[in-house]
C-alpha cells in the first residue's frame, strides 16, 4: 500500500536571501504546481523590474564563463539571474519538456529559437524585453555586445535538464533525444 504524506505548501520553496521579501513570497506561489508561458513571463517581469536593485548587487560577471545564481526554487517553478560576458552565450538547446521566460535586466542578446516545423527566427532582446515560451521551443543567446548583460529566467516544471543540438535545426519537438546538460 501506498499512500501520501501532505506537503506544507508555506515551507515548499527556497528563495535566495537578498531578495526574500514579501513581493517574491507572493509571486512565486508555492502552491502551484505548473505554470504556463504567460504566468512566467509576468513573473519574471516583475521580479526584474521590481527588484532590479537587489538584482544588480547579487549579479557578477565573469570572462572566464558564463554565470548563474538560482533565486528561487519551488514545486512548481525554478526562477534564476543569469549573466552574460560579451561574447558569452548557450549551445543550441531545449528546456527538457518545460516552459519557459526571460526578462533582460541589461544589456542585449541576441537569439536564434525555433518552433517545430518551423524556420530559425533572429531576435534582438533588449533590458526591459520580456520572453515566454512553452515546451515546444529550442533557442540559443548569445552576447554580441561589447558591454555585459543580464537575465531573469524561468521554468515550470522545475529541475529539466536541457537538451543540447549541434544545431537549432537538429531540434523536432519535446520528444526529440539530445545531450543534457544545465
Known amino acids: ?44 517581469s516583475l521580479v526584474a523590474a521590481e527588484l532590479a536593485t537587489p538584482l544588480l548587487d547579487i549579479v557578477r560577471f565573469d570572462a572566464e564563463q558564463r554565470w548563474w545564481k538560482r533565486l528561487a526554487l519551488t514545486m512548481g517553478v525554478e526562477l534564476w539571474l543569469l549573466s552574460w560576458a560579451p561574447g558569452q552565450g548557450t549551445e543550441p538547446h531545449d528546456h527538457g519538456g518545460a516552459s519557459g521566460a526571460f526578462t533582460m535586466t541589461v544589456g542585449e542578446l541576441s537569439e536564434e529559437y525555433l518552433h517545430p516545423g518551423g524556420t530559425v527566427r533572429k531576435a534582438e532582446r ?27 529566467h524561468a521554468y515550470s516544471p522545475p529541475l529539466r535538464p ?10 523536432a519537438g519535446t520528444s526529440a533525444s539530445g545531450v543534457s546538460a544545465r
Open 162 to 171: 536541457v537538451r543540447e543540438y549541434r544545431t537549432l535545426a537538429d531540434f
Open 126 to 152: 533588449r533590458a526591459g524585453d520580456t520572453v515566454g515560451f512553452g515546451p515546444d521551443r529550442a533557442h540559443q543567446l548569445r552576447n554580441d555586445k561589447p558591454w555585459p548583460a543580464a537575465s531573469v
Open 1 to 44: 500500500m501506498t499512500t501520501s504524506l501532505p506537503v506544507n505548501f508555506k515551507h515548499a520553496s527556497d528563495i535566495h536571501p537578498d531578495i526574500d521579501v514579501p513581493l517574491v513570497r507572493d509571486a512565486i506561489h508555492p502552491e502551484r504546481a505548473l505554470w504556463s508561458a504567460s504566468q512566467l513571463h509576468r513573473l519574471t
